[in-house]
């Protein structure tokens, strides 16, 4: 099946910096989305981005599918932004529901 | 706002008790996923269903069955709890491929 590595596994910031978040993966996608899962254990979907770009307020996140890549940019961090953050991607070979997910990325964000 | 609600938020059963895991979802869509999730390895699908008495495999459905009867419900049956199905279960819902949303989860103990 289709393999997703996340990178970097763990990550640690200062409030207000800057960060990228890569999401490789080994064949082609019909389906990418990128979620957040809090503390808490909560996942939220951020994107559904199988290729392009898009923002919504400090965060973006742009997939170039022919290179087989997502990047999740996170700007001006808060410590609410705290928390794992998966990539997820749908086999263009098979049904675009069914989904893999990486192993994620651990961000905390320091006051 | 769209609500996808578990019936248990911790429950801890005896190896060989049947356990029945329900999710219910508000928004009247057609997509319900099961899903556990356990350190190191991220989510995995356990099976979906795309319409009322429709279900589909995901990677993991060994030990595990599912039953949706109202569009609204989606239920994850282990038929035979054992230790190694200790584990977070979320459920999903979606519209369409796109945006799943999801429960708090279901930490599942098996004594």
């Known amino acids: 099946g289709i393999q997703v590595e996340q990178s970097p596994p763990d990550l640690i910031l200062q409030e207000g910096a800057n960060s990228t978040l890569r999401c490789n993966f080994s064949?082609?996608?019909?389906?990418l989305q990128w979620f957040h899962q809090n503390p808490w254990g909560q996942l939220i979907n951020l994107f559904y981005i199988p290729s392009g770009t898009k923002q919504n307020g400090r965060l973006s996140a742009t997939t170039v599918a022919t290179e087989r890549y997502s990047l999740l940019y996170i700007s001006s961090s808060q410590t609410t932004d705290s928390g794992v953050y998966f990539c997820?991607?749908?086999?263009?070979?098979?049904?675009?529901?069914?989904?893999?997910f990486g192993k994620g990325t651990l961000l905390t964000v320091n006051p | 706002d769209v609500k996808v609600t578990q019936s248990s938020r911790y429950l801890v059963k005896r190896t060989g008790e049947k356990v029945f895991l329900e999710c219910v979802q508000d928004m009247d869509h057609e997509n319900m996923f099961w899903y556990r999730q356990d350190p190191g390895l991220g989510l995995r699908l356990i099976y979906f269903s795309y319409d009322v008495k429709m279900k589909e495999k995901g990677d993991i459905p060994e030990g595990y069955s599912v039953s949706r009867e109202k569009k609204e419900r989606f239920s994850l049956i282990l038929e035979s709890a054992s230790t190694n199905q200790t584990s977070m279960y979320l459920c999903?819902?979606?519209?369409?491929?796109?945006?799943?949303?999801f429960g708090p989860g279901t930490r599942l103990t098996v004594t």
């Open positions: 064949d082609s996608v019909n389906n």
């Open positions: 997820a991607v749908g086999d263009s070979g098979g049904s675009n529901y069914k989904l893999t």
């Open positions: 999903a819902s979606s519209a369409g491929p796109d945006e799943q949303y």
